[in-house]
């Protein structure tokens, strides 16, 4: 999990620092709370909406309700894609329009309640989607560091192994900032599940040449028509396992639906520092383009899971 | 060029170091140059043959033709992928063979002259296929550096910019070595072609989101059923290209072409060191897949072209 909340108050993990180090950030106000999660110290869709209601919460006996709602839109806009974070604002915006500052902490308790248990039970829908000996791809981190439960794609994986199933995870790196190199590598060693770290030029000949009976990734946006924004390069990969006959499943709590949305175009696209591209080989004059998402069509998604069920591609509502 | 024979002796510029410096080693021996070609101080398919043959060359009025022949063998399998390394090597057999050691110099001479005479003629056959005003996509070096003449794919666009055309680069940084990202716009900023550097990641969603018009990429071999290996990475982007309606070309000289080889099925793949892939983001323990290469079946490849002509997807012999 990459954030706790007890007695000694919110403590944000560092996900910059792993795998070499685990710094933990205490945060005493929403303010901070945005500057981490913009340099990505809090990530993961899920995370960076638990985390922004907790940093609120904080701060709900120090300020007025005018200012507490000024603060929640100023961690609303923090980032622009994952609408998990806005979802967990709009929570707690009704929750202050309902019953003042007071009710603030209870309804962010119940974020992160509610974060863990959509976890479990998105783990549960997946489970037939793993195969029972196998190997799947997945891309970014989508494990217990992304989220305050097990994870949405790595946690299914996850869950499918403590069930029994035998399965090897191909983790692709995920440039430009290497989740899928630091963070999912890392937690795959911590829980024991053996894996195999490539790079994002290597998916499409790994599929050739290697057995891969499915593809699982998480969603930072899920637009009502089923089209997915996830960490740039899920596009490609989705396309590259329909090529090789592979399924490609999204999984992802209801927080990260947007009813609002009609389809992936309508989807705002973050784009971030020329630097993540440049480093490690490009110097400061060269020229980037640095989308941090993409989108996948859904009708390139075999199956997209919540915790609510599955919906399978060509099924009614997809 | 990444090679100098001149009066004081055979350099190579190290592109391991490029760009942040630009060190010129001298190479006395065909021994050490094979220590450079496999840490890719020269790399470049093209390039790597002209090398083996000048290393060779020098050492001619040193040994016998039994040593020579020893030594031309160990060149021959220096790396395995690449068959420039090989055409090269077996013309200075040819010619040892045919007249002795005296003949090796020439000979290297003449492999030398020809790259560089079939990079400009690959330019000009190609020269229909790039866009008068448009963007082009390309992977890996495949430039100045990668031959002794203008380049293979990066030449041919060289060349239509000099020819008159606008055209805007976007270069796939290449993990895990990042070619595209040292080489490529080192090569590119030199010439003052605008580009923009991208990660592999952002291939697909590039080709989506922005008007490509071709993606242009060298080879490492070609076999006779025109199946490429080329940088790993080029198959997915193959595919990609195919999906969006873009056309996809292979650019690369006879010496590249390996009539031996029936199909991709039969070539080589080399499996480079795990830290290749672990660097910058994981550590020294984590489980890597690292092949150098991949196979492009030629299905995908819209138009073959080299300095003897340009064979489209379709058309007969291919």
Redesign the interface.
């Known amino acids: 999990m990459g954030l706790v909340q007890d007695s000694r108050g919110l403590r944000i993990l560092d996900q910059t620092k792993i ?2 180090s685990e710094e933990w950030i205490s945060v005493s106000s929403s303010t901070e709370m945005i500057g981490l999660i913009q340099r990505l110290a809090v990530r993961g869709a899920p995370l960076i909406g638990v985390a922004a209601a907790l940093s609120i919460a904080q701060e709900a006996h120090l300020f007025s309700p005018v200012e507490l709602r000024t603060r929640l839109r100023l961690l609303r806009e923090a980032r622009p894609t994952a609408v998990n974070l806005m979802w967990a604002v709009d929570r707690m915006l009704v929750a202050l329009d309902r019953a003042g500052p007071a009710a603030l902490p209870l309804e962010a308790e119940q974020i992160f309640t509610d974060d863990a248990k959509m976890c479990e039970a998105m783990a549960a829908m997946a489970y037939p989607l793993l195969p029972k000996n196998g190997s799947v791809m997945t891309i970014c981190n989508t494990g217990g560091l992304a989220t305050v439960g097990i994870g949405t794609a790595l946690g299914a994986i996850r869950y499918a192994v403590e069930k029994g199933n035998s399965i090897h995870v ?1 983790v ?5 900032l ?1 989740q899928g ?2 963070l999912t ?1 890392w937690e795959l ?1 911590n829980l024991g599940i ?13 599929m ?2 290697k057995k891969i009976h499915g593809v699982f990734a998480g969603a930072d946006r899920v637009a009502r028509n089923g089209d997915v924004a996830n960490k ?2 899920t ?2 990969l989705a ?2 396992a329909k ?1 090789h006959g592979i399924p490609f499943h999204i999984v992802a709590p209801s927080s990260t639906f947007d009813s609002e949305c009609a389809n992936g175009g309508a989807i705002p696209i973050e784009e971030r520092s020329p630097e993540e ?7 400061s ?7 941090a998402f ?2 996948t069509p859904a009708s390139l998604i075999t199956a997209l899971v919540s915790e609510n069920g599955l919906r399978e591609n060509g099924s009614a509502g997809f």
Do not use: K
């Open positions: 795998p070499h191909y692709l790196e995920t440039r430009p290497g190199a630091r590598v060693a053996p894996y195999t770290l490539v790079t994002d030029s290597m998916a499409a000949f790994l050739c040449r740039i390069g596009y490609g396309l590259l090529h591209v440049r480093f490690p080989f490009a110097g004059e060269v020229q980037v383009w640095n989308p993409d989108v």
